[in-house]
């Protein structure tokens, strides 16, 4: 860069720097628009509707992390054992092999998820996106394809869109709707886990973009997880239609603390 345009660029910088700080303090006074998490007046309009605070405090879920479900581990078991494990995982065989998240659902992550879903803010799907690409990196490489878990057309239309698709474009990789919801399942909010698994068995059905998937790498990209019952649900129709290894990344999870 030479010197005139160095200049030049650090004079533009500036003058876009000072405008969206008077802009911000513009929108601030005027609106006053709050924190769609905390409520509390956002002192950067501009940067989008969760102020920063409430960004930062998104924290991991602190390792160890167990290498197939992403639960936390007691840490004695990840010393004990080679590949790290959860007892649940033990016992029972998953169809989705690996799964990683950006935080528990609690918090501000529950409350960013909220805006998304419940008041319609699309645009925090690009900012929690960009969490999931950092937070689940380790799930992305080798990935062929990114399916978002579907909704049933009847709530897509209600809602007008799909967060989990949304979630799904923000990662920057191929995403192919392989699935589709052909039976609208009561809300999984309230129900026993195993009533879980039964409310969702059989409520997904593969459609033609599947059929391209034998022997593929599939990550399933949803809001949230709960016990998992929604994942292994997609997980069985993919497997069914030859994908060799589904993966799972979630915005947010509800961690098992009973084991
Ligand atoms: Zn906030
Ligand atoms: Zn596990």
Redesign the pocket.
């Known amino acids: 860069m030479g010197k005139t345009q160095a200049l030049r660029f650090r004079l533009t910088s500036t003058v876009a720097g000072r405008l969206s700080g008077v802009l911000d303090a513009l929108l601030a006074v005027v609106l006053a628009p709050a924190c769609a998490a905390c409520e509390r007046v956002l002192d950067h309009p501009t940067k989008g509707p969760v102020c920063q605070s409430c960004w930062q405090s998104i924290v991991p879920i602190t390792p160890p ?7 936390p ?1 007691p840490t004695w078991r990840s010393i004990s054992l080679s590949a790290a ?6 016992r029972t065989r ?1 169809l989705v092999d690996r ?1 990683r998240t950006v935080g528990e659902y609690e918090g501000a992550l529950r409350a960013v998820i909220h805006a998304l879903k419940y008041e319609g803010r699309r645009s925090l799907a690009v900012s929690l996106a960009r969490l999931m690409r950092e937070r689940g990196a380790e799930l992305l490489s080798g990935v062929n394809c990114v399916v978002p878990v579907p909704l049933h057309p009847t709530r897509r239309r209600h809602r007008g869109f799909n967060q989990a698709a949304d979630l799904a474009c923000g990662l920057g990789l191929d995403v192919r709707h392989a699935l589709r919801r052909v039976r609208a399942t009561p809300p999984q909010t309230g129900l026993p886990a195993a009533r879980r698994h039964r409310n969702v068995r059989d409520a997904f059905a593969a459609t033609r973009a599947a059929s391209a998937m034998p022997g593929a790498t599939v990550l399933l990209v949803d809001d949230v997880s709960t016990t998992g019952a929604t994942l292994e649900a997609c997980a069985r129709m993919l497997k069914t239609c030859g994908v060799r290894e589904v993966r799972a990344l979630t915005a947010a999870r509800v961690v098992s603390r009973r084991r």
């Open positions: 992390l167990c290498d197939r479900c992403g639960d581990l494990i959860c007892p649940r995982c033990r998953r799964a």
